[in-house]
């Protein structure tokens, strides 16, 4: 089976500085890799995705990596900003299996 | 122009009611879902559904169903509603046949059963 979990459960960051949100995984056959953004009262936005022939890729001030060694993936969010407070979910699936598996999420707080 | 719709947005009703909760997708996918989010925001697959198959999570009750009037819809019907169904209903599609895994989500109905 596959475990996807986030290792923090509340992420607090100043504005400006650089954010950094963890995810494990467990299954090695997981091929294909998702973040999401949630903010309050919405449903799930697609931010990045990532497959595992990659260990890099960015996008508009963010970046996902992927270590496939570790089973690990995260999403880095660059000069933080008040709209990207919302809890963000990883979410992963081997390419044959088209079911995602959610993480838990990680609540992003922006400090003023 | 709104691509994953739900409606209605909020529901409040008396355990052991029936309802029903509606999703329409403008995107021409071939796949639609429903997630519930319980008050710890994990998200939780219900069902996954296209025109050739309908995958359940085992772990839902038999008191809900989707129902699929064509491609663009996927209704979720919940019989002898209980206070442990209080939650928040996602419902998704993507291109699961383009090998293209990427769900785009409606907005949510926030179900509340007293």
């Known amino acids: 089976g596959e475990n996807v979990g986030l290792h923090l459960p509340t992420l607090s960051v100043q504005e400006g500085d650089n954010s950094i949100i963890n995810c494990a995984y467990s299954?090695?056959?997981?091929?294909?890799f998702i973040w999401y953004k949630q903010e309050s009262g919405k449903g799930p936005q697609f931010i990045i995705d990532?497959?595992?022939n990659m260990d890099k890729r960015q996008g508009q001030r963010v970046t996902v990596l992927l270590n496939k060694t570790v089973k690990h993936l995260s999403l880095q969010i660059a000069a933080t900003q008040p709209g990207d407070s919302a809890v963000y979910f990883c979410?992963?699936?081997?390419?044959?299996?088209?079911?995602?598996?959610w993480g838990a999420g990680t609540k992003l707080i922006i400090k003023p | 122009d709104t691509a994953v719709s739900q409606t209605p947005k909020y529901l409040v009703t008396q355990m052991g009611n029936d309802k029903s909760i509606k999703c329409e997708q403008n995107l021409g996918h071939d796949t639609m879902y429903w997630y519930k989010q319980d008050s710890k925001k994990f998200l939780k697959i219900m069902f996954s559904?296209?025109?050739?198959?309908?995958?359940i999570n085992e772990t839902v009750p038999n008191r809900f169903s989707p129902k699929s009037p064509d491609k663009a819809h996927l209704n979720l019907h919940i019989n002898s509603l209980e206070l442990g169904d209080s939650a928040v209903y996602f419902c998704a599609s993507s291109h699961r046949d383009r090998g293209q895994q990427t769900q785009y989500f409606g907005p949510g109905t926030r179900l509340l059963v007293l």
């Open positions: 559904y296209n025109n050739k198959e309908l995958i």
């Open positions: 979410a992963a699936t081997p390419e044959s299996n088209y079911q995602l598996i």
């Open positions: 990532i497959r595992s």
């Open positions: 299954n090695s056959a997981s091929d294909y």
